[in-house]
């Protein structure tokens, strides 16, 4: 039987990895200025996914589903806001 | 008291809409065969993270985590295939 505390630091860290994914995203759109080949669907439609997860998150009264997808949405904003900015 | 039932339903609305986020994607890469502004780094991470919920769910023997991480990793790896392609 695997220790129920190994299981929230697998799910912790696969977690962390997933949502730290989009900053390197971030760093190259924020060098190159330019987001063009970023599809806003991706981030929009992850935004709310996202969201539903935090509502899942919510009801399960589980932190580390509630606090991985709002960073992950917080990262899409800004990708969103530097899409938006670099496009004009 | 809310259902399980609806709680699963959630979870699984929310995994089925953060997986197909990466469709509108592929879409726009396919169209313009322009996949520069995207970051390896990105598909990369995401593909480990979600390898890493996979285990997550087998343990917890929850399919909609493995499922929906399966199909997430497919569309990050046909991505990553096209992107190779296209910066050639």
């Given at each position: 039987?695997?220790?129920?505390?190994?299981?929230?630091?697998?799910?912790?860290?696969?977690?962390?990895?997933?949502t730290?994914?989009?900053?390197?995203?971030?760093?190259?759109?924020?060098?190159?200025?330019?987001?063009?080949?970023?599809?806003?669907?991706?981030m929009?439609?992850?935004?709310?996914?996202?969201?539903?997860?935090?509502?899942?998150?919510?009801?399960?009264?589980?932190?580390?589903?509630?606090?991985?997808?709002?960073?992950?949405?917080?990262?899409?904003?800004?990708?969103?806001?530097?899409?938006?900015?670099?496009?004009?």
């Amino acid at each position: 039987m695997i220790d129920d505390i190994w299981v929230s630091i697998l799910g912790i860290i696969a977690a962390a990895l997933v949502t730290s994914s989009f900053i390197p995203q971030i760093v190259k759109g924020y060098r190159t200025k330019h987001l063009d080949d970023v599809s806003y669907w991706l981030m929009i439609t992850i935004c709310i996914g996202m969201s539903l997860w935090i509502g899942y998150g919510i009801i399960k009264n589980d932190f580390v589903i509630i606090g991985a997808n709002i960073s992950t949405i917080i990262l899409n904003m800004i990708l969103v806001v530097m899409k938006f900015r670099y496009s004009k």
